[in-house]
């Protein structure tokens, strides 16, 4: 048996950065892995660069349950904190758009950085550790295979369902139902959406193309590219609007954000298809251009018609199918159920010494480095309060 002062499950983002500020506050601590490295997702993160924060990041770019849990943490833990670290180890970095910072190199480099802190402070770090079991008496025991570990604080950092096949499981789900906490149903965000079998036929010849425009799902809206899939549509536009999307409801889709994209066709001298692809054409790309007319052709010439026509193109309803699921989505929505966790410090108000941290808990980031800062600041929160 070996006793720590703080048993930490997960070495991804949230349980690296935590594991090495709890260290740092002189508690012993133990990282439990479950795979043969540590942070597999940092690695595969942001195209191989990852987007580890991003400057803007206030709590509306959060969903949860409680869209107010999240604020204590990230003000406390802020954007400038973990750039602060960044810059420390000399990592460089660049703003990509919209307040997104990128690695220059590699996003090693950042799995890099948490090791380093952690072995610095002395972290205690053990892979393809397979947790058998998880009890509390007067203190934690964890039993791996053939070992005991003991420590009277657990920090749960499993992360979600995304990516089964990089070793995503159930695991920190359940160990919180184990402890009687409410779980907030999970689902796949951050996704690709599947057309339903009429657009497949229309649109999924279209895979590869994309388009600026303005996606909407559940009252909020994005502009940014979509791109069209032999299954469905993705791109930064779709993917912040499927964490918003539940299934039966549509998605609405603007593909002339900001134009008057009829004002050419209602000034030509003849008004015809030729005239109104060319017009089309000016903001699509030509096949998008051409289906589109296809599709959804203005009934007449009329003004009236034409009216119509434009509103049709600002208001594109989907009604997808489903999504991808977790196998292509970047995060899972839901999860330990934030009225179970103190938002100052992320321990379980049930169970003193229990705590959730990251993508495991129901706060889920938009696209553009949330989710990392998500992790670093709930992490920092638990470790502080240790
Ligand atoms: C392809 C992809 C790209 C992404 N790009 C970005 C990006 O650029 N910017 C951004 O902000 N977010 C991005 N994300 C989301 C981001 O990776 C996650 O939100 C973040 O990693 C969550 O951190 P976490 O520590 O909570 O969980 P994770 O990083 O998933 O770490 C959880 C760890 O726990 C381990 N584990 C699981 N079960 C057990 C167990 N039973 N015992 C011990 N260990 C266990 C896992 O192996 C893993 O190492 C991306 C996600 C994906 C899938």
Partial sequence: MTTYDVIILGAGAAGLLCAAEAAKRGRR??????????????????????????????????????????KSALARYTPADFIALVEKHRIAYHEKTLGQLFCDDSASQIVAMLESECRSAGVKIIVNAHIREVRRDTSFLIRCDSVEYRAPVLVVATGGLSIPKMGATRFGYDLAEQFGLKIVPTRPALVPLLFNATDRKRYSDLAGISADVIARADENSFREKMLFTHRGLSGPAILQASSYWREGESIQIDLAPGRDAT??????????????????????PKRLAERWLQ?????????????????????????????EGYDKAEVTAGGVDTNELSSKTMESRKVPGLFFIGEVVDVTGQLGGFNFQWAWSSAVAAARSL
Wanted: glycine content about 6%; aromatic content about 8%; hydrophobic content about 35%.
């Fill in 263 to 284: 004002q050419p066709i209602r000034q030509a001298g003849t008004r015809n298809a030729a005239v109104a692809e060319k017009a089309l054409h000016a903001f699509l």
């Fill in 29 to 70: 601590a133990l990282l439990l892995e479950r795979s043969d490295k540590i942070g597999k997702k940092i690695l595969i993160s942001g195209g191989g660069r990852c987007n580890f924060t991003n400057l803007h990041c206030q709590p509306k770019n959060f969903l949860s349950q409680n869209p107010h849990f999240a």
């Fill in 295 to 323: 599709q959804h052709p203005p009934k007449s010439w009329t003004n009236a018609s034409l009216d119509a026509f434009e509103r049709e193109l600002h208001s594109w309803q989907i009604h997808p199918a489903g999504t």
